[in-house]
């Protein structure tokens, strides 16, 4: 009977304990089960718990109160705390005989939880009780079994000592951590016939230990019946944190001020508040804040000192006089004068002023660079730019306007190493624009713009982000922050024509095919501009150096920076006369005026380079053949173009094709204006030769200049052979240049 009383008094006291002032149940759900808390994950309705590990089943008893019940099971539960442990109870094992050592009564119980709870292996001991007996408990968990035991033993009842549980009537064995499922198992040596007088029975369980109390009664006062307290830890799922935390949707722990930890390594989590915070982890704003200043044995704070109370937190403030962090039995002490601190106070406030004139300099300085860009931006017409675009609206070809800081991040602030190109008309930056996917990009500062000459500006912005052709380097936009405007383009990375035609090793892989297709490609997008844009488009700067070529040698014109937009109603434009010697249109040198066939006359300057990988400005030539359109003239009057032709395409070459772009060139270089082709016909030839060139297999052997015009090779044919350095080839020549067929190319050049 006073073990019974020990125990309900336990369980008494477990039930009712302060309840706490914060929910533990989610909304709308039951948080009581009798006299025994039911917190979430637990619950007792479908809805109020985690999941079916968590279902408490609250039954009706043989008394009044109802009984909550594991699961589905009949294990009683006593008490459940959010710290993680479960109170069950749990009827002990017995093995009774009479006096004359005959079976009475014997019942050996086991117990099996789910793998979410498991026995605690600190809290709970196995107990055998009895003079002639011995114990063992089977356990499995974690996929292994274990088993341990103990014998306890005693001749007299007046050896035992009440309180002792160390062998003598009474013996105790740890149980291993990690088990969900035991089985207690017990028997005698002798079935107590030694002992029978005070000692019928003996008994077995796993217990909670501080829930028994062991006396010499317990020999014969024990009933068979009698169930024990023993505590069983809950996680809420097997993994560790990280893994639990990665999944969101099954996440168990509340986001806002708690934490996941790990009670044992393979065992699952649990959530806990964290330090400052009380309440249910487990509930959306479950964890409240403490407030230490109502709970003394909270709050540290000392006399002469206020408690304040924070999130998470308090503060112990020193009245006004002292000075401390407020806590301890020192924690504040009255003030007195501290030169050193008056010192760092002077030295703090110094440093304080100098931060603040410096950032104040800083503001101002940004102010006046902001008043700068602004100013900039409305002499360059940023302004009506801004309008255009806008009435443009979603027209995706339309140019945008870059800020100042994005191409300074895109440049590194226009670091030198950033550089990838100079000219007469600017200076150009490889740049990154990080916040547009990383793209990277050609950014040209460009010339000056005419104040008087803004609207053109705009216009040629406008007109040359529309350009639709993929032999055109598309202008992206442009940043009028600046006193020079920046212009941005897309970025080729495989240098330009110039620099393909000038390389030994890098020309050598222009094949005639891929020279007549650049020349097609030139050719088509001056057509373009020229007779397809609305207004037309004058280029005034094509050279080969403003033709990239990206990795599969498809041309891209780019420098538009001195182009003019020709108007509808006029066929020519006067201005000053802007360009590169070797290209320039003489007519336009004379004149002054413009014209779509100042164009022309470039183009065929760059035809001829595509034929000779000679430059159009040479010093190294006599004076009269310094340059290259002169050159050819000449070299095509004294039937010398053979010597002139680039010995990389000699064997490629058919010589009706030669002729065929010989002759398109000379026509390009007619001195008037007027006896030059337009560009739409040039496409339209070189398309038809392209597609010959194509379909037509070159027979190297039988190239016949015999039939060629007497003003481009001779009168009279011959044999002639040309060393073209890694290869020969065989062709038929004139008398009249037999002299000087008989050099090697590299001799004539």
């Not at 989610?26 to 994950?41: A, K, L, T």
């Not at 007619?670 to 398309?687: F, H, Q, T, V, W």
Request: some cysteine; hydrophobic content about 35%.
């Amino acid at each position: 009977m006073v073990l019974h009383l020990v125990i309900a008094l336990m369980l008494s006291s477990a039930s009712t304990l302060t309840s706490p002032t914060f929910s533990i149940a989610r909304p709308g759900c039951q948080d009581h089960c009798g006299n025994v808390s039911i917190p979430f994950p637990f619950g007792i309705t479908e809805g109020c718990y985690l999941n079916e590990k968590f279902f408490i089943n609250c039954t009706n008893s043989s008394t009044s109160v109802p009984q909550p019940l594991l699961q589905n099971s009949t294990i009683n539960v006593t008490d459940i705390s959010l710290e993680g442990q479960v109170h069950l109870m749990q009827y002990i094992a017995s093995d009774c005989y009479n006096e004359n050592g005959n079976l009475s009564y014997k019942y050996l119980p086991w117990m099996a939880l789910s793998k979410r709870f498991t026995f605690n292996s600190t809290a709970n001991k196995f107990i055998v009780v009895g003079c002639d007996a011995y114990g063992i408990v089977y356990g499995f968990g974690q996929n292994r079994s274990y088993l341990t035991g103990c014998v306890p033993s005693c001749d007299y009842k007046d050896d035992v000592i009440d309180g002792s549980c160390s062998g003598i009537g009474c013996c105790r064995s740890d149980i291993p951590p990690g088990a969900w499922n035991i089985t207690v198992s017990l028997t005698s040596y002798s079935n107590h016939t030694d002992v029978w007088d005070f000692n019928p029975c003996s008994h077995a369980f796993v217990v909670e230990e501080k829930a028994f109390n062991f006396s010499a009664d317990n020999l014969t006062n024990i009933s068979s019946d009698l169930s024990l307290p023993v505590v069983a830890d809950w996680t809420i799922e097997d993994g560790s944190c990280d893994v639990a935390q990665r999944n969101t949707a099954s996440y168990a722990c509340s986001i806002k001020n708690s934490h996941c930890y790990e009670p044992l390594k393979g065992l699952g989590y649990r959530c806990s508040c964290n330090q400052g915070y009380e309440g249910n982890p487990y509930l959306p704003d479950g964890c409240q804040d403490i407030n230490e200043c109502q709970d003394p044995t909270l709050c540290n704070c000392t006399k002469n000192s206020v408690c304040h109370n924070t999130l998470g937190n308090y503060t112990c403030p020193c009245l006004k006089g002292y000075h401390g962090d407020g806590r301890g039995g020192d924690g504040c002490s009255p003030d007195q004068i501290n030169w050193s601190m008056i010192v760092s106070g002077v030295g703090t406030g110094t440093a304080i002023l100098l931060f603040c004139c410096f950032y104040l300099c800083l503001e101002l300085r940004k102010r006046r660079e902001n008043r700068l860009k602004e100013g900039f931006f409305q002499k360059n017409g940023g302004l009506m730019l801004q309008q255009r675009l806008a009435q443009e609206g979603r027209n995706t070809n339309v140019a945008r306007i870059f800020t100042l800081e994005e191409l300074r991040k895109a440049t590194n602030n226009f670091e030198e190493t950033r550089i990838i190109g100079r000219g007469g008309y600017g200076t150009v930056f490889k740049g990154i624009l990080v916040d547009h996917n990383s793209c990277t990009v050609a950014i040209k500062r460009s010339r000056e713009v005419n104040e008087n000459q803004v609207d053109q500006f705009i216009n040629e912005v406008i007109m040359l982000s529309q350009v639709n052709s993929r032999n055109v380097v598309k202008l992206l936009g442009c940043c009028l922050e600046t006193e020079v405007p920046l212009l941005v383009y897309e970025f080729i990375d495989n240098g330009t024509l110039s620099e393909h035609l000038s390389s030994t090793t890098k020309s050598h892989h222009l094949s005639w095919n891929i020279r007549l297709r650049i020349a097609s490609e030139i050719a088509g997008v001056l057509s373009y501009l020229h007779s397809v844009a609305s207004p037309p488009i004058i280029h005034r700067d094509i050279k080969s150096a403003n033709i990239l070529l990206d990795q599969n040698y498809t041309a891209k014109v780019t420098d538009f920076g001195i182009s003019k937009l020709a108007p509808l109603d006029e066929n020519q434009v006067s201005t000053m006369v802007q360009g590169t010697f070797g290209y320039l249109d003489p007519e336009y040198m004379l004149t002054g005026l413009l014209t779509e066939k100042s164009d022309v006359y470039s183009f065929g300057v760059v035809l001829i380079e595509l034929l000779t990988s000679e430059k159009a400005l040479s010093l190294d030539r006599v004076e009269e053949e310094k340059f290259l359109a002169n050159y050819f003239i000449s070299s095509l009057k004294s039937g010398h173009l053979v010597q002139v032709l680039d010995r990389n395409i000699m064997c490629d070459v058919s010589i009706e094709l030669l002729k065929e772009v010989a002759m398109i060139a000379k026509s390009c270089l007619s001195i008037k204006g007027d006896d030059r082709p337009s560009m739409k016909n040039i496409a339209r030839e070189l398309e038809v030769l392209e597609i010959r060139a194509k379909q037509s297999p070159i027979q190297v052997s039988k190239i016949d200049f015999a039939d060629a015009d007497a003003s481009l090779f001779g009168m009279q044919s011959t044999k002639a052979h040309v060393d073209s350095g890694d290869s020969s080839c065989t062709h038929t020549e004139s008398h009249s240049i037999m002299e000087h067929m008989v050099v090697p190319i590299a001799g004539g050049r």
